[in-house]
């Protein structure tokens, strides 16, 4: 954990283009990391003072970029998802400054982590820039509310990547994860990874939302029986409702899905793509969807985008690029696969069944 202020003389941290009158002692406590950011909770300091101001501050996530991960900034990615999203659409975030000093005591604080074991081994030796000091404030979507309920989803791909073969029966997203669940087969929930197809959430067709939202129910680290006031059926239909029709869950993922198209028309395949127009569609794919909804079914759902933050450029086509032809030569997008004697795979993909034999 490290010591910082929100405001002061000079600022360790403050949003940009305004400053408090009043300091308060903060501390920055490691929560995650992702191969782009590392993310802090920000909590009150024992000996220190919160100003009123500054009370919304704690137990936000303070959310900094890793270093040589991108040429795009903060602040112009910033912009840019601004400009692509609705405000009510996307997590609430606030940019905000850091005081160099700050950036260097966690990467110090990084590198102690590392010794001790605690950091994953896949993020070893990557850092915070001491080159952008820009961070992102964000609510931390999973924080308990009473009578309130948070489910986190992967929209992932919702086309069919632009590269994959004509008589594809998987899409991306399902040939990556039955390529996924073959190689690693140990994993949680019963060794299956990626357990709903992301064509069929986005279809507009209640009897195809439905099982993917119950799937989303079994997946959730949340318990809805002894909770919620009215039944996990009716939790369902209301959920279902909100992805199909007029529903503003389907509004959203079309929008999501036209920009993914928009944003990488031809693939990673394709002759000399754009690599941040392809970074961002990449980022488009990954990104998190937060649903939130009431026990009692009284309020209306409400979803946000988060995880919108750059992705990675560095060798990152080569491994586009390679991992398009391993799903396209070991036969995993055509349901060819060599593996089928290792794991019997549970088909889910909505083209396995429209294009089957």
Same mark, same amino acid.
């Given at each position: 954990?490290?010591?910082?202020?929100?405001?002061?003389?000079?600022?360790?941290?403050?949003?940009?283009?305004?400053?408090?009158?009043?300091?308060?002692?903060?501390?920055?406590?490691?929560?995650?990391?992702?191969?782009?950011?590392?993310?802090?909770?920000?909590?009150?300091?024992?000996?220190?003072?919160?100003?009123?101001?500054?009370?919304?501050?704690?137990?936000?996530?303070?959310?900094?970029?890793?270093?040589?991960?991108?040429?795009?900034?903060?602040?112009?990615?910033?912009?840019?998802?601004?400009?692509?999203?609705?405000?009510?659409?996307?997590?609430?975030?606030?940019?905000?400054?850091?005081?160099?000093?700050?950036?260097?005591?966690?990467?110090?604080?990084?590198?102690?982590?590392?010794?001790?074991?605690?950091?994953?081994?896949?993020?070893?030796?990557?850092?915070?820039?001491?080159?952008?000091?820009?961070?992102?404030?964000?609510?931390?979507?999973?924080?308990?509310?009473?009578?309130?309920?948070?489910?986190?989803?992967?929209?992932?791909?919702?086309?069919?990547?632009?590269?994959?073969?004509?008589?594809?029966?998987?899409? =991306?997203?399902?040939?990556?994860?039955?390529?996924?669940?073959?190689?690693?087969?140990?994993?949680?929930?019963?060794?299956?990874?990626?357990?709903?197809?992301?064509?069929?959430?986005?279809?507009?067709?209640?009897?195809?939302?439905?099982?993917?939202?119950?799937?989303?129910?079994?997946?959730?680290?949340?318990?809805?029986?002894?909770?919620?006031?009215?039944?996990?059926?009716?939790?369902?239909?209301?959920?279902?409702?909100?992805?199909?029709?007029?529903?503003?869950?389907?509004?959203?993922?079309?929008?999501?899905?036209?920009?993914?198209?928009?944003?990488?028309?031809?693939?990673?395949?394709?002759?000399?793509?754009?690599?941040?127009?392809?970074?961002?569609?990449?980022?488009?794919?990954?990104?998190?969807?937060?649903?939130?909804?009431?026990?009692?079914?009284?309020?209306?759902?409400?979803?946000?985008?988060?995880?919108?933050?750059?992705?990675?450029?560095?060798?990152?086509?080569?491994?586009? =690029?390679?991992?398009?032809?391993?799903?396209?030569?070991?036969?995993?997008?055509?349901?060819?696969?060599?593996?089928?004697?290792?794991?019997?795979?549970?088909?889910?993909?909505?083209?396995?069944?429209?294009?089957?034999?």
């Amino acid at each position: 954990m490290i010591e910082a202020q929100l405001d002061g003389d000079p600022p360790a941290i403050h949003p940009r283009g305004r400053k408090y009158q009043q300091q308060s002692e903060i501390v920055l406590e490691y929560h995650k990391e992702g191969g782009a950011n590392v993310l802090y909770r920000i909590q009150p300091s024992a000996q220190g003072t919160i100003d009123p101001a500054h009370r919304t501050w704690i137990n936000q996530l303070l959310r900094l970029r890793k270093d040589n991960i991108s040429s795009i900034s903060v602040d112009s990615y910033h912009r840019t998802i601004k400009k692509n999203f609705e405000s009510d659409d996307i997590v609430r975030s606030e940019l905000v400054i850091c005081h160099p000093s700050i950036i260097d005591a966690l990467n110090l604080e990084l590198k102690q982590l590392e010794d001790d074991g605690i950091r994953p081994t896949k993020r070893l030796n990557q850092f915070i820039s001491v080159k952008d000091l820009h961070g992102m404030l964000m609510p931390n979507m999973l924080a308990p509310a009473e009578g309130v309920y948070t489910i986190e989803m992967k929209p992932k791909w919702l086309l069919q990547s632009p590269t994959a073969p004509p008589n594809a029966r998987r899409c =991306r997203t399902c040939a990556k994860a039955a390529r996924d669940n073959c190689k690693a087969p140990q994993r949680q929930w019963g060794g299956r990874v990626h357990l709903y197809c992301p064509l069929a959430l986005v279809s507009d067709d209640e009897e195809l939302v439905t099982p993917v939202i119950r799937t989303l129910f079994k997946t959730a680290h949340v318990s809805f029986e002894n909770n919620a006031l009215c039944s996990q059926d009716r939790i369902i239909n209301l959920l279902t409702s909100y992805f199909t029709g007029s529903g503003d869950g389907l509004r959203l993922l079309k929008q999501l899905q036209d920009l993914q198209a928009k944003f990488d028309p031809d693939g990673a395949m394709g002759i000399a793509p754009d690599l941040e127009k392809l970074a961002f569609a990449m980022t488009l794919r990954d990104c998190s969807m937060f649903l939130r909804f009431s026990g009692d079914c009284d309020r209306p759902v409400e979803a946000r985008l988060a995880d919108l933050d750059p992705k990675p450029t560095e060798g990152k086509l080569s491994y586009w =690029r390679k991992l398009e032809e391993q799903l396209t030569d070991e036969g995993w997008y055509t349901g060819t696969e060599k593996f089928q004697e290792i794991q019997k795979q549970d088909e889910v993909c909505l083209l396995w069944t429209r294009n089957g034999t």
